[in-house]
């Protein structure tokens, strides 16, 4: 199925509008609302010309992101029809509604529904059943009459092809002008005349190989939804309805031993109109209070409230992600329980504040400190690891606490060259070294560069107690006066 708007949907008032782009040195009209198009303006026109048909006409700055944006939201508002909607830029829709149809009885009342649906959103469409998208991608765009589908195709432009504008106006000075036409002569010959896309285009619009839909949303393994008969128009009755589908949800997992990870949830309203709501958990999931509780806390979130307009008539949940979940054994010191609590706690603030605002450090197996870690979203499953722990009584080998960039330091003063410093100075205070540990050596990594200098990291205490992490930055054969800095803090 193809939908399409042509034009600007009619303003309000008795002007007629227009969106203009520049083109070819010139503002050109890029679309026109059916009052200007019912005075001879069209798209392509240069604005000076138009004006000077129509004086009073609007215009306006065209912005195709927003008519991406706009299209988009259209588009999820067909998922009211079917899970397979695809985009058609700039201006259509694709619809596979293959075993769909029978939710509305026939294919007809589905396209009722669907022009009465976005016509409450000011669209205006146009629309064709076909076998192949191609054709009725096709048929949408270039009605023809035809007592069977075959012959409609055939009697299509042959601009429906949707070829470049060389070969459209290279089929045309043959002679060929209806798709037909073209279909009748051999594939050969319009392949070696007017290249491979002639023939595959015809191919597709005619059915003789499949071209199957590029979904702009790949279908959930998992999900349910209820139709009311009559619109729903109380958010709350909207959330406790989908704590029902969630219950669904929750028993086909617990049949196949898995948890959820990833919930979306999608509020068809009665205009058209689609409002997502999605939450995340780091851990799978089957409690359906902890789950509801976290699309309450989203909705609380939200900047714009939740709003059913005319009402709610359809409420999908899908899982997108699931993973396996099978029965865990409590430890007696309660480990496992805190270990929950952190989980539920993660899950909260992140669907509250932003999965990318509540974040973990994971160790990685990097031997240049300031890459031995990484930040994390904390609700991510990957977002954790083991961290080295110090033998017991021994103080860590490496400061928590890391500059960046290390800061210098200056006045070094050392027993030898190589050795480590006895005093120095930092932010303007000297400090006296009494104690040392170390050096630990890390040479630069050898798969990426051996020209930088080696590290000669030391743990040193001062006078006053205070412990710093401090390195020589390249040895004495390698540069002729290495730099030293503090690396880190310890506690």
């Not at 209070?289 to 806390?297: I, V």
Request: proline residues 8%; contains cysteine; charged residues 25%.
């Amino acid at each position: 199925m193809r939908l399409t708007r042509p034009h600007l949907a009619a303003g309000r008032d008795a002007a007629a509008h227009c969106f203009v782009e520049k083109a070819k040195g010139a503002l050109r009209l890029a679309a026109v609302d059916p009052l200007a198009a019912a005075q001879g303006i069209m798209p392509g026109m240069t604005l000076a010309d138009a004006r000077a048909l129509l004086p009073g006409l609007a215009a306006f700055d065209h912005a195709p992101h927003d008519d991406q944006a706009w299209l988009e939201r259209l588009a999820d508002g067909c998922l009211f029809y079917t899970p397979a909607v695809a985009l058609d830029a700039p201006d259509g829709l694709v619809l596979d509604v293959t075993g769909c149809t029978h939710l509305f009885g026939q294919e007809s009342v589905l396209a009722d529904d669907v022009v009465a649906r976005l016509a409450r959103s000011g669209v205006m469409v146009r629309h064709a059943f076909a076998a192949a998208p191609d054709a009725a991608r096709a048929l949408a765009r270039y009605p023809v009459a035809g007592a069977s589908e075959d012959e409609a195709v055939r009697r299509l432009p042959v601009v429906a092809l949707g070829l470049d504008d060389e070969a459209t106006v290279a089929l045309t000075r043959a002679g060929l002008k209806t798709v037909g036409e073209v279909a009748a002569r051999p594939l050969s010959s319009l392949a070696a005349r007017f290249g491979a896309d002639a023939v595959a285009a015809i191919r597709r619009i005619t059915g003789a190989v499949d071209s199957p839909l590029d979904p702009r949303m790949a279908t959930p393994p998992l999900s349910v939804e209820r139709r009311f008969a009559e619109p729903v128009a109380r958010s709350e009755y909207a959330l406790a309805a989908l704590g029902e589908l969630m219950a669904q949800a929750v028993a086909r997992l617990e049949e196949t031993h898995e948890g959820g990870r990833r919930w979306q949830a999608r509020f068809f309203r009665s205009d058209g109109l689609v409002q997502k709501l999605s939450v995340e958990t780091g851990q799978p999931s089957r409690d359906v209070p902890a789950l509801l509780h976290l699309f309450r806390e989203r909705v609380e979130a939200l900047a714009d409230p939740l709003d059913p307009g005319f009402g709610y008539d359809l409420i999908r949940l899908d899982v997108p992600l699931a993973e396996r979940l099978d029965a865990a054994q409590l430890r007696l010191e309660g480990g496992a329980v805190a270990d929950a609590q952190v989980a539920d706690l993660i899950d909260r603030l992140s669907t509250r504040l932003g999965r990318g605002r509540v974040r973990r450090f994971v160790p990685r197996d990097r031997h240049l400190p300031e890459q031995a870690e990484l930040m994390l979203p904390a609700i991510d499953a990957g977002a954790t690891g083991s961290w080295p722990r110090p033998e017991p009584g021994e103080p860590p080998h490496r400061p928590i606490h890391l500059f960046d960039p290390p800061q210098p330091i200056e006045n070094i003063a050392a027993a030898f060259p190589d050795g480590p410093p006895l005093r120095f100075r930092w932010r303007r205070t000297l400090h006296d070294v009494a104690r040392v540990e170390g050096p630990e050596r890390i040479a630069a990594p050898w798969w990426t560069s051996r020209q930088a200098p080696t590290r000669d990291y030391y743990r040193v205490e001062d006078r006053r107690g205070r412990r710093f992490w401090i390195f020589r930055h390249g040895l004495y054969d390698e540069v002729a006066q290495p730099d030293w800095y503090i690396h880190g803090l310890f506690a």
